[in-house]
T-cell receptor, first 111, second 116 residues
Framework: DAKTTQPNSMESNEEEPVHLPCNHS???????IHWYRQLPSQGPEYVIH???SNVNNRMASLAIAEDRKSSTLILHRATLRDAAVYYC????????????FGTGTRLTVIP | DAGVTQSPTHLIKTRGQHVTLRCSPI?????VSWYQQVLGQGPQFIFQ???????GRGNFPDRFSARQFPNYSSELNVNALLLGDSALYLC???????????????FGPGTRLTVT
């Protein structure tokens, strides 16, 4: 699976938007971009995924660069509950269902 | 609907012992995956089972084994425990596997294993 690169940590003020970047320069044409997050003392939680077009759901938005070599997870209004480690993961369309987690970005939300 | 459940939540074992961890997937989910998460790191893939067959294996020694039952629940077994096996073991379920790359995984709370 292709590798992703994320900043180790980021901070955001509560109720402000947060943009979490991810670089994936070796992405293949059929790789989906998935985001998961892990709150303290919990298992990872699915956030959003996309292939080429930007995606929105109730949790977040995913902006995908035109060349697909990078993407950004957008939390529109950070809350204290959004403090977590966010993982950007590439998933191929075939084969096993496994996820390859990196070290992710630890998001701190400041009240 | 109940989420993914795992048992036990915590356990302490001694080096050389054997351990069995259990996972019940979300109703209707046929795929179960196991991950190991060492403190400070992201989860590492161990196994995936779909329809009772192994569909994927990560880079773990043969001391690690797993199986999936007809009701889609799963067990992870670790033999000859080492200190380095101390970790959070996560189970994840999904509806399907393979083609599409789109099936999100739902994780349980994990089993915290401490080897002394």
């Amino acid at each position: 699976d292709a590798k992703t690169t994320q900043p180790n940590s980021m901070e955001s003020n509560e109720e402000e938007p947060v943009h979490l970047p991810c670089n994936h320069s070796t992405i293949s044409g059929t790789d989906y971009i998935h985001w998961y997050r892990q709150l303290p003392s919990q298992g990872p939680e699915y956030v959003i995924h996309g292939l080429t077009s930007n995606v929105n759901n109730r949790m977040a938005s995913l902006a995908i660069a035109e060349d697909r070599k990078s993407s950004t997870l957008i939390l529109h209004r950070a809350t204290l509950r959004d403090a977590a480690v966010y993982y950007c993961i590439l998933r191929g369309q075939t084969g096993a269902n496994n996820l390859f987690f990196g070290t992710g970005t630890r998001l701190t939300v400041i009240p | 609907d109940a989420g993914v459940t795992q048992s036990p939540t915590h356990l302490i074992k001694t080096r050389g012992q054997h351990v069995t961890l259990r996972c019940s997937p979300i109703s209707g989910h046929k795929s179960v995956s196991w991950y190991q998460q060492v403190l400070g790191q992201g989860p590492q893939f161990i196994f995936q089972y779909y329809e009772k067959e192994e569909r994927g294996r990560g880079n773990f020694p043969d001391r690690f084994s797993a199986r999936q039952f007809p009701n889609y629940s799963s067990e992870l077994n670790v033999n000859a425990l080492l200190l380095g096996d101390s970790a959070l073991y996560l189970c994840a379920s999904s509806r399907r596997t393979g083609v599409g790359g789109t099936y999100e995984q739902y994780f349980g709370p994990g089993t915290r294993l401490t080897v002394t």
